[in-house]
């Protein structure tokens, strides 16, 4: 099955507003990255977290340093720059370099 | 910084032939990877090298081949393209197995 469940699948909210996406592993995860992929498909790297939380601008990440079974994506004030997909993807504890990703959150940030 | 660069960018082939897919990086990464994304899902690792001339299985890695020539580069090949088979392959690298993965920006296959 799916090692890697994100949620929601897809996400409105209007400029200035606050969310959150969730990524929930079905095993415990030795690290997980962030991404998100703009409408040309480009994908960028957020954040890599092994443990903790990591900020960048309006943008927050966390992860479960107990159960290492989840990890979270927090949008402060959304800009409509902030639109596209947002992929998380992880590596199971006792893999080498093997990331699963999730399915991916459509965000749309409405004016 | 560096970049990641894939060629073609777009590859239109024939049912059953063979199509190579490159990849080049100039971070001096030691890992790199391909996946292969289908329209609206995720991506899934079909390769994956963590040192020149090292390959490694991902979940996708049937009906495909890889070669990790040098460290900088990484190529993937189709070894049957399938009819109506539509899809973008994503190569990445990292410095190790266990840090950021940088994206290349695609090469997007259609098999008529």
């Not at chain 1, 409105?12 to 969730?22: I, M, N, Q, V, Y």
Request: charge should be neutral.
């Amino acid at each position: 099955g799916d090692q890697v469940e994100q949620s929601p699948s897809a996400l409105s909210l209007h400029e200035g507003t606050d969310s959150a996406l969730r990524c929930n592993f079905t095993t415990t995860m030795r690290s997980v990255q962030w991404f998100r992929q703009n409408s040309r498909g480009s994908l960028i790297s957020l954040f890599y977290l092994a443990s903790g939380t990591k900020e960048n601008g309006r943008l927050k990440s966390a992860f479960d340093s107990k159960e290492r079974r989840y990890s979270t994506l927090h949008i402060r004030d959304a800009q409509l720059e902030d639109s596209g997909t947002y992929f998380c993807a992880a590596v199971p504890t006792g893999f080498a370099s093997a990331l699963t990703f999730g399915s991916g959150t459509k965000v749309i940030v409405l004016p | 910084g560096g970049i990641i660069t894939q060629t073609p960018k777009f590859l239109i082939g024939q049912e059953g032939q063979k199509l190579t897919l490159k990849c080049q990086q100039n971070f001096n990464h030691d890992t790199m990877y391909w996946y292969r994304q289908d329209s609206g899902k995720g991506l899934r690792l079909i390769y994956y090298s963590i040192t020149e001339n090292d390959l490694q299985k991902g979940d996708l890695s049937e009906g495909y081949d890889a070669s990790r020539e040098k460290k900088s580069s990484f190529s993937l090949t189709v070894t049957s393209a399938q009819k109506n088979e539509m899809a973008v392959f994503l190569c990445a690298s990292s410095l190790g197995g266990e840090d950021t993965q940088y994206f290349g920006p695609g090469t997007r296959l259609l098999v008529l």
